[in-house]
């Protein structure tokens, strides 16, 4: 059974501090996504990365994955409290035909 | 675009009821999936269908039946439903099977099994 095990589960933190989300398996990813899930809706697709060691940045969000493919962040800067929801990490093995393995998810909640 | 919408959007069963989830597309995607999520295990993924006519088993089908009989729908079946099967149900669509592509998900059906 291929696990993506992420950390924490849960963050708390002020508007304006920084903080990183951890996404971590032994199985090697042929791509891995993250997404945003806001209460009562459905997952929203933030980034996809493809290449080991790739880093990709939208606005204050800065997402890399590993050079060896088993890992992935997603680091905050400045949050703010728009930047909450619960947070999640995705990948494809590749001979899952497609199929994603999701990780448990990141709540993350940025008071003012 | 409506994208993909799911309806009911809640609904509570008595253990052994049966029931259909319904979930639609309207971007042509070929790629349909079933996810469960639950508390501190993500989603999980029950059925998915590559198109029209063909599905497959996912991580937990137990309990589960699907059909895909047009591009645009792909119900998901409750047979007897069990208070295991309490959860919040998502379907997704991609425009085809690669988990690199994005995938749309709808706004979820929560489902309470008593």
């Known amino acids: 059974t291929q696990l993506l095990e992420q950390s924490p589960q849960f963050l708390s933190i002020q508007e304006g501090e920084n903080l990183t989300v951890y996404c971590n398996s032994s199985?090697?990813?042929?791509?891995l996504q993250w997404y945003r899930q806001e209460p009562g809706e459905g997952p929203v697709l933030l980034v996809t990365?493809?290449?080991?060691?790739e880093v990709k940045k939208l606005k204050r969000l800065t997402f890399q994955f590993g050079d060896a493919r088993k890992d992935s962040s997603l680091h905050i800067t400045a949050a703010q409290p728009g930047d909450t929801g619960l947070y999640l990490c995705?990948?494809?093995?590749?001979?899952?035909?497609?199929?994603?393995?999701f990780g448990q998810g990141t709540e993350l909640s940025v008071k003012p | 675009n409506a994208g993909v919408t799911q309806t009911p959007k809640f609904q509570v069963l008595k253990t052994g009821q049966s029931m259909t989830l319904q979930c639609a597309q309207d971007?042509?995607?070929?790629?349909m999936s079933w996810y469960r999520q639950d508390p501190g295990m993500g989603l999980r993924l029950i059925h998915y269908?590559?198109?029209?006519?063909?599905?497959d088993q996912g991580e937990v089908p137990n309990g589960y039946n699907v059909s895909r009989s047009t591009t645009e729908d792909f119900p998901l079946r409750l047979l007897s439903a069990a208070p295991s099967q309490t959860s919040v149900y998502f379907c997704?669509?991609?425009?085809?099977?690669?988990?690199?592509?994005?995938?749309?998900f709808g706004p979820g059906t929560r489902l309470l099994v008593l």
């Open positions: 199985s090697v990813f042929s791509s």
């Open positions: 995705a990948g494809e093995t590749g001979n899952q035909g497609g199929k994603l393995i």
């Open positions: 990365v493809v290449t080991g060691g």
């Open positions: 997704a669509s991609s425009p085809d099977l690669r988990g690199s592509e994005t995938q749309y």
């Open positions: 269908s590559v198109g029209a006519g063909i599905t």
């Open positions: 971007m042509n995607h070929e790629y």
